[in-house]
C-alpha cells in the first residue's frame, strides 16, 4: 500500500517484485481475464496484454473526443 501513497521504499527489491506482481495480477483481473489464465502467462504475453489494453483504451478515448468534438 505504501507505493499507492508513494512512501515505498525504493531500495527494497523484494517489496518491488511483490508489489508489481499484484498490481499485475489485479489489472488482469479487472480485464476480465481468468484466474487460472493468468498463472499460464509469460512475462512477453503479460506485457502484450498489457499493451492491447492500452490500445484499446486509446482508441476509445480517441473515439470519445471525436464525437464531444462533433457534438459542440
Known sequence: MAYLRGVANP???????VFT???SVVQLLKAGIPWEAIHTLTENEVSFVFGVLMAIDQ??????QRQMAAAH
Open 11 to 17: 531500495r527494497d527489491p523484494k517489496e518491488t517484485l
Open 59 to 64: 482508441k476509445q478515448a480517441e473515439d470519445q
Open 21 to 23: 506482481h499484484w498490481i
